[in-house]
């Protein structure tokens, strides 16, 4: 979704079009992808953590984005599949200051040990039960719900830890120049995302394509 979209007609699109794909396949993942049309490579590379020989993958979202509900199911699944050298991480992303307590709550379930458990269920809070989880109070609240320990996701979510990771996903945010969500970077070069690729499917086999391109240096 775009900083200023907010398109049901859209998100349904997104929705269908994504929930057609478990994951990419080999032969889908070899196809060629074309710099400008499918993909962009960032002007300046950005620095990633991966380590030698690992190729970074990431996911920038939004737990309100009606998009990123809708694709959360297949990139997990391709999340789940990638090789042993890809390593994926997914970035909340801030466009302006509302965002900062979802991305305070992934950060926080992160710390906390929660975030495999309690990732899609934000999602199902939001886009199903109609949760907004927009104000601390009500991500409290709700976090309580789940069964944790709500003390401790206050520590976790007003540590500086959290802050610094808050900031470092929005200056990531800005390197790659996100400009909507759901979008993908690999290994600190390329950018890619529906609008580019043309729908959330695509994304993944461009995703892939990138990744062996990143592979031979």
């Known amino acids: 979704m ?19 794909l478990a994951v990419t ?3 889908l993942a070899q196809a060629a992808a074309k710099e400008g049309k499918d993909y962009v490579k960032l002007a300046k590379p950005v620095p990633t953590t991966a380590g030698a020989g690992k190729v ?10 009606p998009h ?7 990139f997990a699944a391709w999340k789940a599949a990638a090789p042993a050298d890809v390593v994926v991480q997914r970035v909340p992303v ?12 992934y950060y926080a379930l992160l710390a906390m040990g929660k975030l ?12 199903v039960e109609r949760n907004r989880l927009a104000k ?28 610094n990771q808050v900031r470092k996903a929005t200056q990531l945010q800005q390197e790659y120049n996100v400009e909507g969500v759901p979008a993908i970077g690999v290994a600190g ?14 994304v993944l086999r461009v995703t892939d394509y990138l990744i062996g391109v990143s592979r031979k240096g």
């Open 25 to 27: 396949t080999p032969a």
């Open 68 to 74: 990123c509900h809708a694709f959360e199911p297949a």
């Open 136 to 163: 601390d109070e009500d991500i409290f609240a709700w976090i309580g719900k789940q069964g944790l320990d709500v003390n401790k996701f206050k520590e976790s979510y007003n540590s500086f830890t959290v802050s």
């Open 116 to 127: 495999d458990e309690v990732h899609a269920k934000v999602f199902q809070a939001i886009h």
């Open 56 to 65: 970074e993958v990431l996911e920038f979202f939004w737990y309100s984005c």
């Open 94 to 105: 801030g466009f302006n200051a509302s965002f900062i307590p979802q991305q305070k709550l």
């Open 189 to 202: 070069r390329f950018y890619t995302d529906g609008t580019l690729a043309g729908d959330m499917a695509k």
């Open 2 to 20: 775009k900083r200023r979209e907010f398109s049901l007609v859209a998100a349904a699109a997104a929705s269908a079009s994504v929930l057609s």
